[in-house]
């Protein structure tokens, strides 16, 4: 999520750049709005950042304003229709916006839309987009007495759940937080204009310099007046720990604290919890090689690049045949034979979620030679859902729930496994523990949550809502518009 104030810069270019640095958020789908401080447009499609747009794309998104987008879903499906920015009208111009985070009052909302506005209501929500995004768009978009910024303040404080948002009109950029700021997101400075991004590391690339963070609970707006900001909550600040170890770049900066130093302590705290007999630490790339840099470090055991990773493997329109899907994560990775033939190995990863990629890593490295494999995870062993913007399985489908530690080494077939601590995990990030998100951990939800019914990444696609399907009556009011690629405006 990027967005841009600059006059006189090529602002959807600035955007693209951004976009392409914060890909590793959002796989499925990609998008820009522009505006000249006539038009705003939109252009976005399925796919990944490079994929999506050419110089003749970006050669039609013209203006001083822009934000941008790429879609990771964790509510409703991966659709053209889903993609981001999302549109919609206000009482002066027009409205898009982008969001990271997760709802968890998404069905409360549903009903505020339709009771405000019923079938008046233009819209997302009225081209079948079923995502909380929509919805957040329809109460920006909705009231045609106020300006979007006033609009804007009324709205967020109804908003439950993680939300970081970055959205514009005509004239001004604006990017919110929800009071707890689960998810990240800065606030960088250009020579002729200021940038917003989920992560610091997108600055670095369009060369803005970092001012800040934008704070939880507040609303920032950037036009040619200059920056404001003004806070519509208190900060209950509840930050997500998942972030420090597997979402964000190792280049990014959290509250402070490098992510890139954060997972080599976890890996140096973790050699000291489990430690292991072997001849060689191998990371599973990318987000388990700083971890196992310092695990290797703090055991004196040699550090090994065994994996060779594909950097093109992305997002695909192209699917496996079923002897290609059943080689699953050869695709990706690859095992360096000649370095682990024949060695004791100890495989540093991030989290183990249902198994399936530990399980078909370890029969690799048996089948390349590897005569003893011990796995060493960076974090505690994820119990819990997660409702605030991260796509884990059901609680159900969790391995950690109903398996011992021992029985999950033995479903992967690994010699031994071992967890990083709760506590070894938080003082890696030198955040205090009251300030960090750890539910899926945990179960701990620093944010309420509705009953179980009103939860669910499809719960907008469902033919009844747990409050009835005030929804529906929002979603023919406007023809869908445009197609994979296409230029909108409301």
Request: charged share 20%.
């Amino acid at each position: 999520m990027f967005g841009v104030w600059a006059p006189g810069e090529e602002v959807a270019k600035l955007t693209y750049f951004g976009l392409y640095a914060l890909q590793h958020r959002g796989q499925e789908s990609a998008g820009i709005a522009t505006s000249d401080g006539e038009q705003l447009l939109v252009y976005k499609d399925m796919g990944l950042v490079s994929q999506v747009f050419d110089e003749t794309a970006l050669g039609t998104l013209r203006g001083h304003v822009a934000i941008g987008h790429c879609r990771y879903s964790t509510t409703g499906s991966a659709t053209w229709e889903n993609a981001q920015p999302t549109l919609g009208p206000t009482a002066a111009g027009t409205v898009a916006l982008g969001h990271n985070g997760n709802l968890t009052n998404s069905a409360e909302l549903v009903s505020l839309v339709a009771e405000r506005y019923g079938p008046r209501q233009r819209g997302e929500l009225a081209r079948g987009n079923t995502t909380d995004t929509a919805l957040i768009t329809a109460l920006l978009a909705g009231d045609p007495e106020h300006s979007l910024e006033t609009t804007a303040l009324e709205v967020l404080p109804r908003l439950r759940g993680a939300f970081s948002l970055v959205f514009m009109d005509e004239h001004t950029l604006y990017a919110a937080r929800d009071p707890q700021g689960v998810r990240p997101l800065v606030l960088g400075r250009l020579e002729r204009g200021w940038v917003v991004a989920s992560e610091s590391s997108a600055l670095d690339i369009v060369g803005a310099s970092f001012v800040r963070e934008v704070e939880p609970g507040e609303l920032v707006a950037i036009d040619a007046d200059g920056l404001r900001a003004t806070r519509f909550a208190p900060a209950e600040r509840a930050g997500c720990v998942f972030e420090y170890v597997y979402l964000a770049r190792p280049d990014t900066t959290i509250a402070g604290r490098s992510v890139y130093a954060s997972r080599v302590a976890m890996g140096r705290t973790l050699a000291a919890e489990h430690p292991a007999e072997a001849d060689l630490v191998i990371p599973v790339p990318e987000s388990g090689t700083p971890a196992a840099v310092g695990y290797a470090a703090a055991s004196g055991i040699p550090f090994c690049q065994g994996l060779a990773k594909n950097a093109y493997v992305g997002r695909t329109f192209i699917q496996p045949s079923q002897t290609l899907r059943q080689l699953g994560i050869r695709l990706k990775l690859n095992p360096m034979r000649e370095m682990i033939r024949g060695k004791r190995l100890v495989v540093v990863d991030d989290s183990i979620v249902r198994g399936n990629t530990q399980r078909a890593l370890v029969r690799m490295l048996r089948e390349a030679g590897a005569v003893e494999v011990h796995i060493r995870i960076t974090a505690p062993p994820v119990k819990w859902p997660c409702f605030y913007g991260i796509d884990f399985a059901s609680r159900a489908e969790l391995i950690a729930n109903g398996l011992s530690v021992d029985e999950i080494a033995s479903s992967l077939g690994a010699d031994s496994l071992g967890y990083l601590s709760e506590e070894g995990m938080i003082a890696a990030t030198e955040q205090s523990e009251n300030q960090l998100c750890t539910a899926c951990f945990s179960g701990r939800y620093p944010i309420p949550l509705p009953p179980g019914e009103q939860l669910g990444k499809h719960l907008l696609e469902q033919a009844e809502l747990p409050l009835g399907d005030p929804s529906a009556g929002l979603r023919s009011v406007l023809p869908g518009l445009g197609g994979a690629g296409a230029l909108e405006h409301p």
